[in-house]
């Protein structure tokens, strides 16, 4: 990061990280998604996601580093815009000019970042312990049946303190996605005729995804 | 009207200031806010105590001079005006007003609500120009066809007055509107397109230079904006500063 040294340059390299990781979100949910509808599609999908050499070994890497990326990156941007007025207002009215969202990003995005390390320890590192460490590539529970769609279940159902953090985050996760992804795009220099058409998209979409996840959570709370 | 006055006062750039209550009578509705600093500085020399020190200078809202934070917004609640256009009928009788200069590492206060802006000479020194023969020769600007439509945005990016309005509003004190305001009106025309890679590049280091902070697009700086700069500025910049940095 040390090489992106101007302003501008780690403002797009921001926006770069924010669009690529939205991607990953969307793909995310649609294989989620899948868990509601077939359990045996969501099986399969899962089974080629965790053993697949591209997705392990290349885009799961490039993942991680691009969610590093976007945190630190976020942090260090933080820290050099409240540096840049060391003395404060004695009265701000933010308010008046702007929304609470875009001001309050590294809040919302504080958040998910929490989320995903609960998110992370009660999927990803049970993924690698059970596949890297004991070697059990096979995807098989005991019963010889793909134990992916039952252990995501079992996250999910009778517990109601990880449904309601999963569901609060993906609030959070919403209210970051409102202004990051549109802003993204004016960061990259597009500001046009097609822009309102733009808004209205990454709005729906800020919108949509996260009552997705949050509808998945739920949804295997409730029918099981 | 009778107002009470909450006033930054600090006696120079090293010292450490502070908030001082006043109270003005008899402010008429058609008064300017600078109109009514004036009634302040009077009451305030005829008590024997040292007058305000702020900003000002054509009042026509043209000059760009005004500035002062008031009750929290850059050129007080109105829109598209500088502080020197704000009316006192936006004000209701007994109001507390709270007055602060804008504030900015890279605008330090000079002395009570008057900062040094000349960050934003810097940034201009850096690039904000073109390079012509000014000797007598200089061929005529209109011999030249320029789009109307560019014309017209060149033209809305030249009205920046660079009051620091947008700094002052930012929550990052980011100068990118300015920055992307004197960059746009020479990009969008030919006669700045010969110095476009170098003017981009030289005009964000010296923003970084200042100590400005970074965009996050919260949009302030544009409803801010006495002259309505528009963000669509700030996008020009970016694409600009991309292209530039493409072409080394």
């Known amino acids: 990061m040390g090489g992106i040294k101007t302003s501008i340059a780690r403002k797009v390299a921001m926006a770069l990280s924010g669009l690529f990781l939205v991607l990953f979100l969307l793909q995310h949910f649609t294989i989620n998604f899948t868990s509601v509808v077939s359990p045996d599609t969501f099986n399969e999908i899962s089974h080629f996601m965790g053993t697949n050499f591209v997705v392990q070994a290349i885009l799961q890497p490039i993942l991680i580093f691009g969610v590093i990326f976007h945190f630190v990156m976020g942090f260090i941007l933080e820290a050099q815009n409240r540096s840049a007025r060391s003395v404060k207002y004695g009265m701000f009215s933010g308010n008046a000019n702007s929304s609470w969202l875009s001001r309050n990003m590294l809040i919302s995005g504080a958040v998910v970042l929490a989320f995903l390390g609960l998110h992370f320890y009660d999927f990803w590192v049970h993924e690698m312990q059970v596949k890297y460490l004991e070697g059990d590539m096979s995807g098989l529970s005991p019963s010889g049946e793909f134990r992916y769609y039952e252990e995501t279940v079992a996250k999910f159902a009778g517990q109601p303190i990880r449904v309601g953090l999963y569901v609060l985050a993906f609030v959070f996760l919403m209210m970051h996605l409102l202004h990051g992804f549109a802003s993204s795009f004016q960061t990259m220099g597009v500001n046009n005729k097609y822009s309102p058409a733009i808004k209205k998209f990454t709005k729906a979409f800020a919108i949509v995804i996260p009552l997705g996840f949050a509808f998945i959570a739920i949804f295997h709370f409730i029918n099981n | ?248």
Request: hydrophobic fraction near 35%.
């Open chain 2, 1 to 248: 009207m009778k107002l009470n006055l909450k006033v930054w006062r600090q006696e120079n750039k090293d010292a450490k200031g502070k908030f001082e209550n006043y109270i003005v009578d008899d402010i008429h509705g058609d008064m300017s806010f600078l109109e009514m600093m004036d009634v302040l500085n009077n009451q305030l020399v005829q008590e024997g105590i040292e007058p305000v020190e702020f900003d000002h200078d054509c009042r026509e809202g043209i000059c760009g001079m005004c500035s002062m934070q008031i009750n929290g917004e850059p050129h007080g609640p109105d829109r598209r005006i500088t502080t020197c256009q704000l009316h006192m009928r936006k004000f209701k009788d007994g109001d507390t007003i709270t007055i602060e200069p804008f504030r900015a590492n890279a605008f330090p206060v000079v002395k009570d609500l008057a900062v040094d802006r000349s960050a934003f000479d810097r940034i201009q020194h850096a690039g904000g120009y073109i390079s012509v023969n000014t000797s007598g020769n200089t061929q005529d600007a209109n011999s030249i066809p320029i789009e109307k439509e560019n014309a017209d945005m060149a033209f809305n990016a030249a009205t920046c007055i660079g009051c620091g309005a947008c700094v002052a509003a930012c929550k990052n004190a980011s100068a990118m509107l300015f920055t992307s305001a004197k960059v746009s009106q020479y990009a969008l025309l030919p006669q700045g397109k010969v110095e476009a890679t170098e003017r981009v590049l030289n005009m964000v280091a010296q923003m970084d230079k200042e100590g400005f902070g970074n965009c996050t697009n919260t949009g302030a700086c544009e409803i801010e904006c006495p002259k309505g700069i528009s963000l669509e500025n700030i996008a020009r910049l970016n694409r600009e500063y991309l292209a530039a940095s493409l072409k080394g």
